[in-house]
């Protein structure tokens, strides 16, 4: 670590130089303006001027590209903050391959569309304002997401219902647009301070956790998806299983909407309170499995080995749970509350 000395210019101003190297990278010059932030946790931050503007274009070379790898980086750049992408070859026009490619990860990323398009060249522009969301609030929607397609997989479980697990499928689209979202603004917010406030933050502090919380979020939502795909791979779509022990699954699956809630409430309120009754809701939730599994009646093999794989989903979604929970945890006790003084 690299110190200066803070120096007296006059009864009431204070001074301290700037490294020499890091003006010259930024190029920043006598008379230029930066930008001062205070995070209320003693930091003070200093930003070059051209901090304050996004990264506005970035340029994906598909020449020795197949169409999956120009996707994912499609997915990347987009992630990273870029406002305008732009995918090109140098000799020759894109191959079909490849424009499909494109139009593939603009359905799946939020906010964008196609401005420009040429046989050579496509630009797809992103139009969100990280000020139009917080990253509080995407987590909650995140949460909410998993638990509807949670619920609806184990309705349509109950029921027999392949056009209601069709629907909890349809909504994993959705999931990922979130979670991909949450990652552009963590990221975004991560090389520009500036824009943590926009997104809810007092500092960047929490942006580690909220990058694996939102992970957690996304695996839970994939675990609601394969409930659902328990039900439509049936035989009929059919499960022969007792009443009593779908009443115990529902029961369950209630337990675990009340964890994977508490959990994101826990983190975003930084209340350790609710961190530590996440914990007691897992213990309870494993007992409950472990009563289900011990109670069930005589069924056929694969409808057995199904209503195992529907508990180890609603598991491993509670296993996140209390992860998220951890998180919350640290993040709670890095602030002063009744429980901690920092001094």
């Given at each position: 670590?690299?110190?200066?000395?803070v120096?007296?210019?006059?009864?009431?101003?204070?001074?301290?130089?700037?490294?020499?190297?890091?003006?010259?990278?930024?190029?920043?010059?006598k008379g230029?303006?930066?930008?001062?932030?205070?995070?209320?946790?003693?930091?003070?931050?200093?930003m070059?001027?051209?901090?304050?503007?996004?990264e506005?274009?970035a340029?994906?070379h598909?020449?020795?590209l197949?169409a999956?790898?120009?996707?994912?980086?499609?997915?990347a750049?987009?992630?990273?903050?870029?406002?305008?992408?732009?995918i090109?070859?140098?000799?020759?026009?894109?191959?079909?391959e490849?424009?499909?490619?494109?139009?593939?990860?603009?359905?799946?990323?939020?906010?964008?569309?196609v401005?420009?398009e040429?046989?050579?060249?496509?630009?797809?522009?992103c139009?969100?304002?990280?000020?139009d969301?917080?990253?509080?609030?995407?987590?909650?929607?995140?949460?909410?997401?998993g638990?509807?397609?949670?619920?609806?997989?184990?309705?349509?479980?109950a029921?027999?219902?392949?056009?209601?697990?069709?629907?909890?499928?349809?909504?994993?689209?959705?999931?990922?647009?979130?979670?991909?979202?949450?990652?552009?603004?963590?990221?975004?917010?991560y090389?520009?301070?500036?824009l943590?406030?926009?997104?809810?933050?007092?500092?960047g502090?929490?942006?580690?956790?909220?990058?694996?919380?939102?992970?957690?979020?996304?695996?839970?939502a994939?675990n609601?998806?394969?409930?659902?795909e328990?039900?439509?791979?049936?035989?009929?779509?059919?499960?022969?299983?007792?009443?009593?022990?779908?009443?115990?699954?529902?029961?369950?699956?209630?337990?675990?909407?009340?964890?994977?809630?508490?959990?994101?409430?826990?983190?975003v309120?930084?209340d350790?309170?609710?961190?530590?009754?996440?914990?007691?809701?897992?213990?309870?939730?494993?007992?409950?499995?472990?009563?289900?599994?011990?109670?069930?009646?005589?069924m056929?093999?694969?409808?057995?080995?199904?209503?195992?794989?529907?508990?180890?989903?609603l598991?491993?979604?509670?296993q996140?749970a209390m992860?998220n929970?951890?998180?919350?945890a640290?993040?709670?006790?890095?602030?002063e509350?009744?429980?901690?003084?920092i001094n």
């Amino acid at each position: 670590m690299e110190t200066r000395k803070v120096q007296r210019l006059g009864p009431s101003t204070l001074a301290m130089t700037l490294p020499a190297e890091w003006a010259s990278e930024h190029d920043v010059e006598k008379g230029d303006e930066v930008s001062l932030r205070t995070s209320g946790k003693g930091t003070l931050t200093v930003m070059p001027e051209s901090a304050s503007s996004e990264e506005t274009e970035a340029i994906i070379h598909a020449d020795d590209l197949s169409a999956d790898a120009v996707e994912r980086a499609i997915v990347a750049q987009y992630v990273l903050g870029r406002r305008v992408i732009r995918i090109e070859r140098k000799e020759g026009a894109l191959s079909s391959e490849h424009i499909n490619a494109v139009y593939r990860a603009e359905t799946q990323l939020m906010g964008l569309g196609v401005i420009e398009e040429t046989p050579e060249s496509i630009a797809i522009r992103c139009s969100v304002d990280p000020e139009d969301f917080t990253l509080d609030n995407l987590l909650e929607r995140l949460e909410r997401t998993g638990q509807t397609m949670r619920g609806e997989g184990i309705k349509a479980l109950a029921h027999g219902n392949p056009d209601l697990a069709q629907r909890a499928l349809n909504r994993e689209r959705q999931a990922n647009k979130i979670f991909v979202l949450l990652l552009r603004l963590i990221f975004t917010a991560y090389q520009n301070p500036n824009l943590a406030r926009a997104v809810g933050l007092d500092s960047g502090f929490p942006l580690i956790g909220y990058r694996s919380i939102a992970k957690n979020l996304e695996l839970t939502a994939d675990n609601g998806e394969d409930i659902a795909e328990i039900v439509i791979e049936a035989e009929d779509h059919d499960i022969d299983v007792d009443s009593s022990v779908m009443r115990d699954i529902r029961e369950m699956n209630e337990l675990v909407d009340e964890i994977t809630t508490v959990s994101v409430e826990a983190a975003v309120e930084r209340d350790y309170d609710k961190s530590n009754h996440v914990r007691g809701l897992f213990h309870e939730i494993t007992e409950r499995e472990d009563e289900i599994l011990n109670g069930l009646p005589e069924m056929p093999n694969e409808d057995l080995l199904r209503v195992r794989e529907v508990l180890v989903s609603l598991e491993q979604t509670a296993q996140y749970a209390m992860r998220n929970a951890e998180i919350a945890a640290n993040l709670a006790l890095n602030e002063e509350s009744e429980h901690t003084t920092i001094n």
